[in-house]
């Protein structure tokens, strides 16, 4: 429950959140949409980098520190993974993960 509001908090009051995933080849990819703000294009080189954000000042809207992509990043690329994102702006963001599958050996 705590999870889903923290996740909804930068999507507009009925806005949706997708999540689909698709296994190719010994990847797994997941695509988490949702139906926000965006990013604009500007900014979305820099959405990954600590403590960064969109807007700085300390009257803006949402609230964060601007690390939990970083964070989502050094993890996903701990595993020998890819993230990325892409956007419509004032339409919602897709952030893109791409994993490698566990061999049977490893587990």
Not at 33 to 53: C, N
């Given at each position: 429950?705590?999870?889903?509001?923290?996740?909804?908090?930068?999507?507009?009051?009925?806005?949706?959140?997708?999540?689909?995933?698709?296994?190719?080849?010994?990847?797994?990819?997941?695509?988490?949409?949702?139906?926000?703000l965006?990013?604009?294009?500007?900014?979305?080189?820099?959405?990954?980098?600590?403590?960064?954000?969109?807007?700085?000042?300390?009257?803006?809207?949402f609230?964060?520190?601007?690390?939990?992509?970083?964070?989502?990043?050094?993890?996903?690329?701990?595993?020998?993974?890819?993230?990325?994102?892409?956007?419509?702006?004032?339409?919602?963001?897709?952030?893109?993960?791409?994993?490698?599958?566990?061999?049977?050996?490893?587990?």
């Amino acid at each position: 429950l705590e999870f889903r509001r923290v996740l909804f908090r930068s999507n507009h009051r009925g806005g949706r959140i997708k999540i689909s995933t698709s296994i190719e080849g010994d990847f797994i990819h997941l695509a988490i949409s949702d139906t926000g703000l965006g990013i604009p294009e500007k900014y979305r080189a820099r959405v990954f980098e600590p403590f960064y954000q969109v807007d700085p000042s300390t009257t803006r809207r949402f609230g964060g520190t601007g690390i939990g992509l970083a964070l989502v990043k050094a993890h996903i690329e701990g595993q020998n993974g890819q993230v990325w994102v892409a956007d419509n702006e004032g339409e919602g963001s897709t952030f893109y993960i791409k994993l490698p599958l566990a061999k049977e050996k490893d587990l």
